[in-house]
C-alpha cells in the first residue's frame, strides 16, 4: 500500500507543478463544400503537438504560451495546408481543405468510427487510437476495450483477460499485431494476451467473419492492432506512470523515437507489478466449502509483466519496411484455494505478503520479430509481413498425487513451448478505376512440444496455406459492391504420448496407457464473403453475407487429460469437421450535427460447431467432458447513440444483446458455453472548455446495467444481472515544448459484489473486483 501511495502522491505533484497557464489553438476543419473532416491530423511543425479532429470537425490544441508556430492540417484524401502564427493567446484557427484527386479512395481513416468507415468496409468496423487506450486503461488490453459494444473481456483475475467478440473466443477469433496473427496458447481458459498495450498506436475491430482475409479462427471476428507511428522529429518520446488502487497496481512505460533522413527507430518498455485484489465480500463457497478471505483478498492472484521492444525502419516515397522485435513476460499466481482443496493442507502460507507470487502460478514468456515491408509501384501496392514467434508457457503448481499418479519430483505441471513461423503477401490496385482489387497469400507453420507431469494436450505440428481475392466494385461515392473468395489448407500432426507412471489393468499388467495416438489429418474449405454499402442524405447502409471456416485445434482433436485448473477431465475426438459458420450482418446508421445512431443486428448459423460437452461419466472422481459438434443458430445486435446536448455536454447510449440456441446433439435446446447476457449502458460526458480547463478537458459519469444471464450449459451456475456506477476525468497541461495528459478513472463506485458470467473465476462462485480507483499520468516529449 505505501508503494501506491507514494506513486499517487508523485504523480499528483507532477500534475500541480506543471499545471501552468496554456494557450489553446482550437478551430473546425472542413471540405469545399462545408462538411465537417473527422479524424484530420492537425499538429504543429518540429514538435510533438498533434489532435485529430472530431466527428464534427472541431479540434482544440495546447501549445506553450509566447511561440511562433507553423500549424499544419493533413487529411487523408485532401490537399494538406500550413500556417504560421504567433500565439500570444488563445487562437481560432479554421482550415477548407479541397480534394486530392492522386489519394486513392480506399485509404482508412483512423480513428473514425461512423461514416468514412462506413463505406471503408461492408462489415461492422470500429476504430479507435492511442488516445482511447489512455483515457480508459482498464488494467489489460482487453478490459481496457470493453467498452465497445460487441466486444467482451474474459478476465482471468485482475491483471489478464482474453478477448471475446460477440460471445466468440478462444480460437473463434485472431488478434492480429502489425499484420501478423498472434500465435500463444489461447485455447486454455485460464491464458490471456501477451501483447504490451501502451506500443499500439490504432486498432481495428472486425465484429463478425473475417475468414475472407485472416483465414481460419476468424470466424468470430478480428481485432487487429498496429503500431505504426512514424516518428517526425530527431528525438521524442513518451513516458507513462498509473496506477490501481484495488490491487495496487504500479506501472511505467516509456518510448523513446527518432527519425534521420529516411530512417527512424522506436525503443520501448514497459514494467507493471500488482498484488492479490480485493473482492467485496469476506468468504466465497467453492463447491460445499466456505473459504475465509483475508481483507477481502484474493490470495495468490499477484503478478507482474515486464515487457520490451525495438523497432527499426526506413521510409522513401516508393518503399518502406520496418524489423519489429518485442519481448513480453508475465508471472502472475492462480487463487490458490481454487486450484486444489489439498492447497488447505499446504505448508505455505499464502497471506504472508499480497504481493508475493507463490505457488500454484503461471510465467509467460512471449518473443515476436516481424517484418513489414511495402512498395508502391505506378499503379499496384504490394505488401508483405514476415513473422517469427516463440511462446514459452509454464504452469507450476505444489507436486500433489492423483489417480495412479504419484506425487512428481518436481513443480512442473505444463510446460508449452511453441514457434510459430508466418509469410503474408499481398497486393492492391485497381482495374477500369472502379474495380479495387485486394489479393493476397499467406503461408503459416506452429511447432508446439509439451513437457511436465500433467497431460492436456499432445506436441502437434501445424500448417496452413491460404489464398483470396476480394472485389470492391465503386459504382459511385455513394454505392459500393464487394464480394471475394478464399481457399484454406491446413494440415495437422498430433505426436502419441503415453502417462510417464504406469496404470493398472483389469486383467493384465499395468501399463503405461496411452494419452494420445499418432494423427495426421487435413482441413479444406472455401470460404466467401459478398456486401453492399450505400449512403443517402443522412442514412447509411451496409449489408454482409458470407461463410466462414474454422479448422479443429489440436487440443480439440487430441487432448486427455485432466484440467486441473477447471478440475475436469476433458477428451479431444480425433474425427471433428472444420467448422462452418454462415452469418448475415448489416449495419444501419443516422447522423447530423447533433446526433449520430448506429444500429447492427446479425443473424448466425453453425452446421457443426465444436463445443467441450459434460456428460454424467466421471475418471479418477473427476466428470469427464469430451469434444463433439451440433447445429447452433444465434442471433444479436449492438446499438449506439451520441448525443450532441450542447457544446459542453455529451451522452452515449449503447447495447447489446446475444441469443444463442443448440439445434442437435445432447445439449439440444442449451444456449453455447460462455454466452454474454445483455447489457447496456449510458454516459454523460461534461467538457467544460473554460481558460483554467482548456478544451479538452472532461469529467464523465457511466451507469452500466447487465442482466441476468439464465441460460446456461452446466455445470455453469446462473448469473444474477447487475449495475454498476463508473466515473472517468481528465486534461492536457503544457510544459515548455512538451504535453503532461493526466487521466483518472473510478469503477465500481458503489463497490457492489456481482459476479460476470464469462470470467474464468465464475465457476468456484468468486465475485469480479470492488471499488477501484486508477490515474495514469503521461508526458510526451
Known amino acids: 500500500m505505501k508503494i501506491y501511495n507514494t506513486l499517487l502522491l508523485f504523480l499528483l505533484s507532477i500534475v500541480y507543478s506543471y499545471s501552468q497557464s496554456t494557450y489553446h489553438v482550437s478551430g473546425r476543419v472542413t471540405n469545399e463544400n462545408k462538411l465537417p473532416l473527422e479524424a484530420a491530423s492537425i499538429y504543429v511543425e518540429y514538435s510533438n503537438e498533434i489532435v485529430q479532429s472530431n466527428k464534427d470537425g472541431y479540434y482544440s490544441l495546447v501549445v506553450a504560451h509566447n511561440k511562433i508556430i507553423i500549424l499544419s492540417v493533413k487529411s487523408l484524401g485532401y490537399v494538406s495546408q500550413s500556417i504560421q502564427i504567433e500565439v500570444t493567446g488563445n487562437i481560432k484557427q479554421d482550415f477548407v481543405l479541397e480534394k486530392d484527386n492522386l489519394e486513392l479512395k480506399e485509404v482508412l481513416i483512423e480513428g473514425n468510427k461512423f461514416k468514412d468507415i462506413q463505406m471503408q468496409s461492408s462489415q461492422n468496423l470500429i476504430k479507435v487510437n492511442q488516445s482511447y487506450i489512455e483515457e480508459n486503461f482498464s488494467g489489460s488490453l482487453t478490459n481496457t476495450l470493453e467498452k465497445i459494444p460487441g466486444v467482451k473481456a474474459m478476465s482471468i483475475g485482475s491483471g489478464q483477460s482474453k478477448p471475446a467478440i460477440r460471445g466468440l473466443g478462444f480460437n473463434r477469433?485472431?488478434?492480429?499485431?502489425?499484420?501478423?496473427?498472434h500465435e500463444g496458447q489461447q485455447w486454455g481458459e485460464d491464458h490471456g494476451l501477451e501483447i504490451d498495450q501502451f506500443t499500439i498506436d490504432?486498432?481495428?475491430?472486425?465484429?463478425?467473419?473475417g475468414s475472407l482475409l485472416y483465414g481460419s479462427d476468424a470466424i468470430g471476428g478480428v481485432i487487429s492492432l498496429r503500431n505504426n507511428y512514424i516518428p517526425t522529429k530527431s528525438t521524442e518520446g513518451r513516458l507513462n506512470l498509473f496506477a490501481r488502487s484495488n490491487n495496487e497496481s504500479v506501472g511505467l512505460s516509456a518510448q523513446l523515437a527518432g527519425k534521420k533522413n529516411k530512417f527512424y527507430y522506436k525503443a520501448n518498455f514497459t514494467f507493471i507489478d500488482y498484488a492479490d485484489y480485493k473482492v467485496p465480500t469476506d468468504s466465497i463457497q467453492y463447491y460445499s466449502y466456505y473459504i475465509k478471505l483475508k481483507k477481502k483478498r484474493l490470495r495468490n492472484t499477484a503478478g507482474k509483466e515486464q515487457n520490451g521492444g525495438f523497432t527499426m525502419g526506413y521510409i522513401s516515397k516508393a518503399f518502406k519496411s520496418n524489423f519489429h522485435i518485442s519481448n513480453i513476460y508475465t508471472k502472475s499466481g492462480f487463487f490458490a484455494d481454487a486450484h486444489g482443496l489439498e492447497v488447505r493442507m499446504s505448508d505455505i502460507d499464502y497471506d504472508k505478503s499480497f504481493r508475493d507470487i507463490d505457488l500454484p502460478y503461471h510465467s509467460v514468456n512471449h518473443f515476436k520479430l516481424i517484418n513489414n515491408s511495402v512498395w508502391q509501384l505506378d499503379k499496384v501496392r504490394l505488401e508483405g509481413n514476415f513473422a517469427f514467434q516463440n511462446n514459452l508457457r509454464k504452469e507450476r503448481s505444489e507436486p500433489v498425487s492423483h489417480g495412479y499418479m504419484p506425487i512428481p519430483l518436481n513443480s512442473l505441471e505444463r510446460k508449452f513451448n511453441k514457434n510459430t513461423y508466418t509469410a503474408n503477401l499481398s497486393s492492391k490496385f485497381r482495374l477500369a478505376d472502379k474495380h479495387h482489387i485486394n489479393a493476397g497469400l499467406s503461408i503459416e507453420h506452429q511447432d508446439n512440444k509439451r513437457e511436465g507431469w500433467g497431460f492436456i494436450i499432445p506436441d502437434f505440428e501445424n500448417t496452413s496455406f491460404g489464398g483470396y481475392a476480394l472485389d470492391r466494385y465503386h459504382i459511385s461515392d455513394n454505392l459500393i459492391l464487394s464480394a471475394g473468395a478464399r481457399f484454406d489448407f491446413i494440415h495437422t500432426h498430433i505426436s502419441e504420448y503415453h502417462d510417464w507412471y504406469k496404470t493398472p489393468i483389469e486383467g493384465s499388467d499395468s501399463l503405461y496407457k496411452?494419452?494420445?495416438a499418432n494423427l495426421n489429418r487435413s482441413f479444406s474449405s472455401f470460404s466467401w464473403s459478398a456486401g453492399i454499402n450505400y449512403m443517402i442524405n443522412k442514412w447509411s447502409f451496409k449489408a454482409n453475407l458470407g461463410k466462414s471456416f474454422r479448422a479443429p485445434t489440436p487440443k480439440e482433436l487430441g487432448s486427455d487429460g485432466i484440467n486441473y485448473h477447471i478440475f475436469r477431465f476433458e477428451r479431444g475426438y480425433s474425427d471433428l469437421s472444420p467448422e462452418?459458420?454462415?452469418?448475415?450482418?448489416?449495419g444501419i446508421n443516422w447522423t447530423n450535427n447533433i446526433f449520430n445512431i448506429q444500429f447492427d443486428p446479425y443473424v448466425n448459423y453453425f452446421p457443426n460447431y465444436i463445443y467441450l460437452n459434460p456428460t454424467s461419466d466421471y475418471y479418477e472422481g473427476l466428470q469427464v467432458y469430451y469434444y463433439t459438434q451440433s447445429k447452433v443458430f444465434r442471433y444479436g445486435f449492438e446499438a449506439e447513440c451520441i448525443w450532441k446536448m450542447s457544446d459542453k455536454f455529451e451522452s452515449e447510449f449503447s447495447g447489446e444483446y446475444l441469443h444463442s440456441r443448440q439445434l442437435s446433439g445432447d445439449k439440444k435446446g442449451y444456449t453455447l458455453p460462455f454466452s454474454p447476457p445483455w447489457s447496456a449502458s449510458?454516459?454523460?460526458?461534461?467538457?467544460?472548455?473554460?481558460?483554467?480547463?482548456?478544451?479538452?478537458?472532461?469529467?464523465?459519469?457511466?451507469?452500466?446495467i447487465t442482466g441476468n444471464q439464465n441460460e446456461i450449459v452446466p455445470p455453469e451456475n446462473k448469473t444474477k444481472g447487475y449495475s454498476t456506477l463508473n466515473i472517468s476525468a481528465g486534461r492536457t497541461f503544457a510544459w515548455k515544448e512538451s504535453k503532461i495528459k493526466v487521466s483518472m478513472q473510478g469503477q465500481n463506485l458503489?463497490?457492489?459484489?456481482y459476479y460476470d458470467h464469462t470470467s474464468?473465476?465464475?465457476?468456484?462462485?468468486?465475485?469480479?473486483?470492488g471499488r477501484n480507483f486508477s490515474v495514469m499520468v503521461g508526458l510526451d516529449f
Open 514 to 516: 496411452e494419452r494420445s
Open 682 to 704: 449510458a454516459t454523460l460526458k461534461y467538457s467544460p472548455k473554460t481558460r483554467w480547463s482548456g478544451r479538452d478537458a472532461y469529467i464523465s459519469v457511466n451507469y452500466k
Open 760 to 769: 474464468y473465476y465464475r465457476l468456484i462462485d468468486v465475485p469480479e473486483p
Open 750 to 753: 458503489m463497490n457492489k459484489k
Open 173 to 181: 477469433m485472431i488478434v492480429s499485431e502489425n499484420g501478423i496473427k
Open 202 to 209: 490504432d486498432i481495428e475491430i472486425i465484429k463478425g467473419p
Open 580 to 586: 462452418e459458420s454462415y452469418q448475415l450482418d448489416l
